[in-house]
């Protein structure tokens, strides 16, 4: 077959025979869509910041439970479940709990009830398509459909830096894992398709803090104290300037701020600043070596102004590497349950994602969910009115148990 994902096209031999029967599948995902659907708006209305996710992991613990997976909570929060025959080579299925510090603003009868929290990136989706896929894998295994384990990942903290994903790692999820998949929202694509692209499919991320310091003083006197504000105004408009200069346009290196602060007083230069935002970037080798660069930079811009900079930079996320054979995996799933033409190229984002960390370990790839309602407007990831169709509920399910049940998702 042929799969054209972006400007790549990659050909592989046509799957192979087995598997459980399509119908089957749609119909235990039909079968199990109310608990689904009940476990996102439970998620939702009760949204828990990173780390912090006890009532969800306790919701998917108790749902899976019941579905007769095998639950391991892990310590904190997060847990791992598992079914399937035998004890060999396992496929993963991976989700993300935590929600964002954001105010709600939906309208929705489920909304978040608390305060300066929300669900405004699609996580609760996430949880509960990846929960009602276990819950269907379980089912296929009862019926002696499914050929081989399947391991799910529930995650904390995939929204700070850096992610869960790197905790779970650690604490040894991917052993015996073959290959692993996910998926995430992406608000631009209709209900009923989904993005794929083998490659890179998100970008490298990291928070970057630039603090400056000075003696402070009088605004009639700057040159005696030190113009910090003046300074900081340069480090915010030419350190982005300066690395679209410095680095290949190709590794679509991207500094954006998203908070700057300096005095509260309108005639007095305050003593101390800072700007923070976040450092993207296309390309991996590019992403190793700006670290470096900025701090180089940030040092040359200061200079002329009498301050002292300080530059933090927190280490975030690699780029999500789809790797060919699960890009195929993942297509060939997706077009069997939802229709040939459901499958639609998708390009590279600057978002990051901490998915990007466990295909260091084992191969594997992600898909972009669509959630748009035919015709609706886009309401764009972390935004407190996200408001995703949640026919996608469903679309994800069957996407999920169909690529982790394929007779080649181990990609021996």
């Given at each position: ?100 510090p954001l105010e709600e603003g939906t309208g929705l009868p489920y909304a978040s009830t608390v305060p300066g929290v929300a669900h405004a ?292």
């Amino acid at each position: 077959m042929s799969s054209r994902t972006g400007d790549d096209t990659v050909s592989a031999p046509a799957p192979a025979p087995g598997g459980p029967p399509v119908k089957l599948l749609q119909r235990l995902a039909a079968r199990h869509l109310p608990a689904v659907l009940a476990l996102r708006r439970a998620v939702h209305a009760h949204p828990e910041l990173a780390r912090a996710e006890h009532r969800t992991t306790a919701a998917v613990a108790e749902l899976l439970t019941a579905g007769g997976l095998e639950v391991r909570l892990l310590p904190g929060t997060g847990l791992v479940a598992e079914t399937g025959p035998g004890d060999g080579p396992r496929v993963g299925l991976r989700a993300d709990l935590d929600a964002l510090p954001l105010e709600e603003g939906t309208g929705l009868p489920y909304a978040s009830t608390v305060p300066g929290v929300a669900h405004a990136c699609g996580h609760d989706v996430h949880t509960a398509t990846a929960a009602g896929a276990g819950l269907v894998l379980a089912d296929l295994h009862r019926a002696g459909a499914l050929a081989h384990r399947v391991r799910l990942l529930f995650q904390p903290a995939e929204e700070v830096m850096p992610g869960g994903a790197l905790d779970l790692v650690g604490a040894g999820v991917l052993e015996g894992v073959a290959a692993l998949y996910g998926l995430h929202c992406d608000p631009t694509l209709d209900v009923g398709t989904v993005g794929l692209k083998a490659g890179p499919i998100t970008s490298a991320s990291d928070h970057v803090t630039v603090r400056l310091s000075g003696t402070g003083g009088h605004t009639s006197r700057p040159h005696l104290a030190g113009d910090l504000v003046f300074a900081l105004g340069q480090v915010v408009t030419q350190l982005p300037a300066v690395l679209a200069r410095r680095v290949d346009p190709r590794a679509g290196v991207n500094l954006t701020w998203g908070a700057v602060h300096a005095g509260d007083a309108a005639n007095a230069v305050p003593a101390e600043g800072y700007a923070a935002g976040t450092l993207r970037c296309m390309e991996t080798d590019a992403w190793q070596h700006a670290g470096e660069l900025v701090e180089e930079v940030v040092a040359d811009l200061v200079r002329p102004y009498a301050v002292s900079a300080e530059v933090a930079l927190v280490r975030g996320v690699p780029p999500v590497d789809n790797e060919v054979r699960a890009t195929l995996v993942l297509e060939e799933a997706a077009r069997a349950v939802l229709g040939a033409d459901a499958v639609l190229p998708t390009r590279q984002s600057l978002g990051g994602e901490d998915f990007a960390w466990y295909l260091h370990h084992v191969p594997g790839a992600m898909v972009r969910l669509g959630t748009r309602t035919p015709g609706g407007v886009v309401h764009d990831l972390h935004r407190g009115d996200y408001a995703p169709d949640e026919a996608a509920l469903g679309v994800g399910v069957q996407v999920l148990a169909a690529a982790a049940a394929a007779p080649r998702a181990l990609l021996r």
